[in-house]
């Protein structure tokens, strides 16, 4: 079975522009979650989509917003983007909302 | 607010070592705890304890639950130098509905 894959892998903007990141979860997985990982903070969770829906919303900015489509697909938008922004976003997914959430190789943003 | 605190924050060991990794929490209705292998990308997968006291095992890893301490261990046998990764504990609580993930041990394993 293929892993999680997230689009692109490295990205650089600047502040003020926005940008939308791409996830694929595995296949049959249903529940899609988002998070930001950075040296200080560790990682933090943003948002969590389960059938089209969020579910559940971490402490971030109204910036920061998601989406999921019917084949489970998850896009992720930040708007007005900060030189804070830079970061690692990782997506995970997993079965059901409980389950072991496995996670992808991550998007690497960088905000000038 | 849900809590998870990893101990050692770095570990430095040579080839052969054994290792324990601590991982304490403080969460409102807890369902389960993680442990995952970061290298340079992403978490790895590597257990989920939800029982105390059960022992999970996989090669030279194994990792253990205590329920009514609030605490876990991760270790790690016989250390090899592709064991250097960071190692995170995350807790999965029933109310937030979300993991919480602790800072991570950052282990080095030396020749």
């Known amino acids: 079975k293929a892993g999680v894959t997230q689009t692109p892998r490295y990205l650089i903007k600047t502040r003020g522009q926005q940008v939308t990141l791409s996830c694929s979860p595995i296949s049959g997985h249903r529940s899609v979650s988002w998070y930001q990982q950075t040296p200080g903070q560790g990682l933090q969770f943003l948002f969590e989509y389960f059938s089209e829906t969020q579910r559940n919303k971490g402490n971030f900015p109204g910036r920061f917003s998601g989406r999921q489509f019917s084949n489970s697909r998850s896009e992720m938008n930040v708007s007005t983007l900060e030189l804070g922004d830079s970061a690692l976003y990782l997506c995970?997914?997993?079965?059901?909302?409980?389950?072991?959430?496995?996670f992808g190789p991550g998007t690497r943003l960088t905000v000038l | 607010e849900d809590k998870v605190v990893q101990s050692p924050l770095s570990l430095v060991v040579h080839e052969g070592d054994t290792v324990t990794l601590n991982c304490s929490y403080e969460?409102?209705?807890?369902?389960?705890l993680l442990w995952y292998k970061q290298e340079k990308k992403a978490p790895t997968f590597l257990f989920m304890l939800?029982?105390?006291?059960i022992e999970k095992k996989s090669g030279r890893l194994s990792s253990i639950l205590d329920k009514k301490e609030l605490f876990s261990i991760l270790n790690i046998t016989a250390t090899q130098t592709g064991d250097s990764a960071v190692y995170l504990c995350a807790v999965f609580s029933g109310s937030a509905r979300q993991l919480t993930f602790g800072s991570g041990t950052q282990l080095t394993v030396l020749p």
């Open positions: 995970a997914s997993s079965l059901a909302r409980t389950d072991t959430q496995y």
């Open positions: 969460v409102t209705n807890f369902r389960s």
């Open positions: 939800t029982s105390s006291g």
